[in-house]
């Protein structure tokens, strides 16, 4: 059953002052499957998905952005069962919002705070009837001295109605996720995921019991890479982490995915490249290839694989190989996006590519990036590359379009965990870039009723000392400083 706060023990503050509650921006797409997401002035975050009676978080706002610098933790004002945290809330700055929830033109929520000497913009975009979004961080030193900062995005997961359940992680993308118990109460590739995915380079991860995430943010050190109990189904949350060093005045940007299934499908590693089709300087025809691999089980079609490239570069008609012709769309924030529809997918670790022409004068530097969506709703996780130099007085390739290698599966299966093996001490990785661990729980590892009891998310259960006495006591001690809202649940 699920802990709940009650409405007079709402909200409890250990800073000097009255309390506020933080407004919040809403982006509610009628038709789902994510119904609301939400994003508070302070950089909380909330989702609801079609079908369920609560959020995808603990008491809907157990999820946020933190940052660590020069000894001070900065981070939402409130955070359900964040006991374990310890810091000073972010100054709301500012927050916007906009967009028609189009793929050319998504919701957008951008929010700006600040904590000592650095500014945060979030920037959080989710396209209706998908199943994820994108959330887009850039630090900005605003100090007059270098820094060195530690960027977090951490939840305490409640998937399906339900606070308890496994843990994976994807070295070949760096993605974390928690796992939801299928429909016969037990692990599996099945059960519901809800899953960060980094796509800035240079991440860390954690999971484990939800409180133990808090304690590595309130650490203000980068996360350790490990999965702690992973195997065992347990009242769970996970986060990432990016290492910062920003001279005075300088900005950062790091950028990750939030994915929901029912089904239980992870996100889809992509994966893309341009070369000059001729060496020679001043030529201006170049190739793209574009790799999207399927880590899921079952095939599936990219409803939309979507190529940003340069504003100068111009598709060459019929060059396409292994996909259909693609549409041209103006992106808001991507620029100009070719668009390819309905590209098959196998499963199992399949690799599936396409490749095309581009005319035009590239520069050196400029990006063309690769992202999409299945027909599920199942993010491809955007990658990007960057136009290369030309060579000079190299031999031209030659002018042709490149065949595309045709979709090989080269499943790599995994065998679901049996009610009597015995749980392994860390769940294993298949061998393929796609794989996630697996667990193999044993009978009494099923059901929260037979895992060992997680602590009670109630009152200030960290300091050993009634809710209220705690408070009392805190507050007593806090003097002038500032600390995170703490929000009390009963069950």
């Known amino acids: 059953m699920r802990k709940v706060r009650t409405a007079a023990a709402a909200?409890?503050?250990?800073?000097?002052?009255?309390?506020?509650v933080?407004?919040?921006?809403?982006?509610?797409?009628?038709?789902?499957?994510?119904?609301?997401?939400?994003?508070?002035?302070?950089?909380n975050c909330a989702v609801n998905y079609l079908g369920d009676r609560e959020g995808e978080f603990f008491d809907d706002t157990a999820c946020?952005?933190?940052?660590?610098?020069?000894?001070?933790?900065?981070?939402?004002?409130?955070?359900?069962?964040?006991?374990?945290?310890?810091?000073?809330?972010?100054?709301?700055?500012s927050?916007?919002?906009?967009?028609?929830?189009?793929?050319a033109d998504p919701f957008v929520v951008t929010t700006v705070v600040t904590g000592g000497s650095f500014k945060v913009t979030q920037t959080d975009s989710h396209i209706a009837g998908t199943q994820s979004y994108q959330t887009t961080m850039t630090v900005t030193n605003t100090g007059s001295q270098a820094a060195e900062a530690v960027l977090y995005h951490g939840a305490d997961c409640y998937l399906q109605d339900d606070d308890y359940g496994w843990g994976e992680h994807d070295s070949s993308t760096g993605a974390v996720l928690c796992r939801a118990k299928d429909a016969e109460g037990n692990w599996s590739s099945k059960g519901r995921i809800e899953q960060f995915i980094p796509t800035t380079a240079g991440s860390s991860y954690y999971y484990g019991h939800f409180s133990d995430v808090w304690s590595k943010i309130s650490s203000q050190q980068p996360l350790p890479n490990q999965l702690e109990g992973a195997e065992t189904r347990k009242d769970n949350g996970m986060a990432l982490s990016w290492n910062l060093s920003l001279a005075a005045g300088a900005s950062?940007?790091?950028?990750?995915?939030?994915?929901?299934?029912?089904?239980?499908?992870?996100?889809?590693?992509?994966?893309?490249?341009?070369?000059?089709?001729?060496?020679q300087e001043g030529h201006k025809r170049w190739l793209v290839t574009a790799t999207i691999t399927n880590p899921n089980d079952a095939a599936a079609t990219a409803k939309q694989a979507r190529v940003s490239v340069p504003e100068n570069a111009a598709y060459v008609e019929g060059s396409v190989q292994g996909?259909?012709?693609?549409?041209?769309?103006?992106?808001?924030?991507?620029?100009?996006?070719?668009?390819?529809?309905?590209v098959a997918l196998a499963g199992g670790g399949a690799k599936s590519t396409f490749t095309f022409?581009?005319?035009?004068?590239?520069?050196?530097?400029?990006?063309?990036?690769?992202?999409?969506?299945?027909?599920?709703?199942?993010?491809?996780?955007?990658s990007t590359t960057q136009v290369p130099a030309l060579q000079t007085g190299t031999p031209a390739p030659s002018d042709k379009p490149t065949p595309a290698p045709s979709p090989s599966a080269t499943p790599?299966?995994?065998?679901?965990?049996?009610?009597?093996?015995?749980?392994?001490?860390?769940?294993?990785?298949?061998p393929t870039a796609s794989a996630a661990p697996v667990p193999q729980p044993s009978p009494t590892q099923t059901t929260p009723a037979a895992a060992k009891p997680a602590p009670k998310k109630t009152g200030l259960a960290a300091t050993g000392v009634p809710a209220g006495l705690g408070l009392l006591a805190l507050l007593s001690l806090a003097g002038g400083a500032t600390a995170f809202a703490i929000r009390r649940r009963k069950s």
């Open 64 to 93: 946020g952005t933190f940052l660590s610098a020069n000894g001070a933790l900065h981070g939402p004002r409130s955070i359900p069962a964040g006991w374990a945290l310890n810091g000073s809330p972010w100054t709301p700055v």
């Open 95 to 103: 927050q916007e919002q906009s967009g028609s929830g189009t793929s």
């Open 252 to 279: 950062q940007t790091y950028t990750m995915t939030t994915t929901f299934s029912p089904q239980g499908l992870v996100g889809l590693p992509s994966q893309v490249s341009v070369e000059p089709v001729n060496g």
């Open 22 to 43: 933080a407004q919040a921006a809403e982006i509610t797409p009628e038709e789902g499957p994510l119904t609301r997401v939400e994003i508070s002035e302070t950089l």
């Open 323 to 342: 996909a259909s012709a693609p549409a041209l769309e103006q992106d808001a924030d991507a620029g100009k996006v070719l668009v390819f529809p309905d």
């Open 412 to 430: 790599s299966a995994t065998p679901s965990p049996s009610a009597s093996a015995a749980p392994s001490a860390e769940p294993s990785q298949a």
């Open 11 to 20: 909200l409890a503050v250990l800073s000097v002052g009255a309390a506020s």
């Open 357 to 382: 022409q581009v005319e035009g004068d590239l520069r050196e530097g400029e990006v063309v990036a690769l992202s999409g969506e299945t027909t599920q709703g199942t993010p491809i996780i955007r």
